[in-house]
């Protein structure tokens, strides 16, 4: 299983429907969103969609929570 990884929003602009400022986000690995600056996440919708990866800044969580947060998105 891959380890799951997990942003918080620092900025929706022109997206504050779809972000929560100061959310915790589980990113889905998409290596052609990458290479455009991109970054694929599950939204308020609980889809996933692309969004500017500026928008959010990577963390580390205790695995034990990680599996918490993967299974809930």
Request: hydrophobic share 40%.
């Amino acid at each position: 299983m891959t380890k799951s990884k997990f942003v918080i929003c620092t900025r929706n602009t022109g997206y504050e429907v779809s972000l929560e400022l100061r959310k915790l986000y589980l990113v889905i690995p998409d290596s052609g969103a990458n290479s455009h600056g991109q970054i694929r996440v599950v939204d308020e919708s609980g889809e996933d969609y692309l969004y500017p990866s500026s928008f959010f800044v990577p963390i580390d969580l205790p695995a034990s929570v990680a599996k918490l947060f993967a299974h809930a998105a």
